[in-house]
């Protein structure tokens, strides 16, 4: 389907979306991916993940694409996050897979190896694909990685196949690679962080083997009617690191390769553009972040996007699906405050909502109690819960929360 040669002009939020291989979407809608430190001791998924998502499918979502589930439990981005591998008990991945997938909606599991962005509280020695540390004033809380040895690489490959193929099992209803933010598959991509001499370095061809061979693997162990996407970075928006010109040809790569639906993000948390850091006056006027660059995508590849960040009305989302150059409108934060938002802007093309500017009016306290995440697991939080958000819970409260929650030490970045 070339969304480039149809017209969309009568084109809206409600409408159904076939992918390649057959799979039907329900709308336009898509809940992109947030981090909901809802794993056990064990990494499983807690049944309030269950909860979540459901209520959000009730919600009216096409497509929901869960939090960051890492394939690797020696190699975690967060001390709570929740890992598919084969040690791990499918049971509740099964009852978070049906209850996601009530009311028609799609769950797709985000597969992701956080490289060398796991605190120092959490590892000595991260590995990555080369021993280059984070900057920006992160290397004060990450450490230097070691890097990767090619059977180290071969196994990582190995892992996502089998995350995903387990994942199927559980009847998800396809995955997502996080290609995106500085993680692994993005390390690799990026020339700044991927300076190896050998077949994974160097030219862009070797530097995107990485992210086509972990495809291929998966793609080998789900078969060809399983759908497979990926969060990819438009740019790293770093000196010297993945660039627009670059990301272009990873994006016509992976078509090729057959990959069913490409969501533009970009940015890293050196650099983080995917929260609007640093927005244009011209983009803040269209809401979403990244569709510039989706229009020029468009005109290479035939393959499904999905724009996420920035949007909040349904009149800007509807004028970005009628321009063609996105097929779905990727959703994250807004829907920590109103699940009921697809519903909403479905029912209504006046329906808009609003965020507001998170501060305890203290920048340093804000920047200590990580404010801009915090505040928000707290409302994934309340919803796992079946408590419905709070979109005027305190600032303060949820420092004081997070601190007799778990001490200083929930505190220490988690994330780069």
Do not use: C
């Amino acid at each position: 389907m070339n969304t480039a040669t149809q017209d969309n002009s009568n084109l809206h939020l409600n409408a159904p979306f076939t992918l390649q291989n057959g799979t039907v979407i329900k709308n336009r809608l898509f809940k992109s991916a947030m981090s909901e430190q809802l794993g056990t001791q064990d990494h499983n998924p807690k049944p309030g993940l269950a909860t979540l998502y459901k209520t959000w499918a009730e919600g009216g979502l096409g497509l929901s694409i869960t939090g960051n589930i890492m394939i690797d439990r020696t190699a975690l981005g967060e001390p709570k996050n929740v890992v598919l591998d084969e040690k791990s008990n499918l049971e509740p991945f099964k009852r978070w897979a049906e209850a996601g997938t009530t009311n028609g909606s799609q769950l797709w599991t985000q597969l992701n190896h956080p490289g060398k962005q796991i605190p120092n509280f959490m590892t000595n020695e991260p590995l990555a694909p080369s021993a280059i540390a984070l900057e920006n004033g992160l290397e004060k809380g990450f450490n230097k990685p070691r890097a990767l040895t090619e059977i180290e690489i071969q196994n990582i490959i190995r892992k996502f196949s089998i995350s995903a193929e387990l994942a199927k099992k559980a009847e998800f209803s396809g995955v997502q690679i996080h290609g995106a933010h500085g993680y692994l598959v993005s390390q690799f991509l990026s020339p700044r962080h991927n300076q190896r001499d050998d077949q994974w370095g160097g030219s862009l061809e070797n530097r995107m083997r990485f992210v086509l061979e972990v495809y291929k693997a998966i793609r080998t162990k789900v078969g060809n009617d399983f759908p497979i996407g990926i969060k990819l970075n438009s740019a790293d928006f770093m000196r010297g690191g993945f660039s627009e010109e670059d990301s272009m040809e990873v994006v016509k790569a992976l078509s090729k390769a057959g990959i069913n639906l490409i969501e533009i993000s970009g940015g890293t948390y050196e650099s983080p553009s995917m929260v609007g850091h640093k927005v244009k006056p011209s983009t803040q006027k269209r809401e979403a972040y990244f569709l510039e660059y989706a229009e020029k995508v468009r005109k290479l590849i035939d393959t499904p996007l999905v724009v996420t960040g920035g949007f909040r009305s349904a009149e800007g989302m509807t004028m970005a699906l009628q321009s063609g150059a996105t097929d779905f409108i990727g959703l994250a934060r807004p829907l920590a405050i109103d699940p009921e938002l697809p519903n909403k802007l479905m029912a209504n093309e006046d329906h808009s909502i609003e965020l507001r500017p998170l501060t305890t009016g203290f920048k340093i306290i804000d920047k200590m109690a990580l404010l801009d995440i915090t505040w928000y697991e707290f409302q994934l939080a309340r919803m796992a819960n079946k408590k419905q958000p709070k979109p005027d819970m305190s600032e303060w409260g949820t420092f004081f929360k997070t601190l007799s929650g778990a001490g200083m030490y929930a505190f220490r970045k988690r994330r780069a």
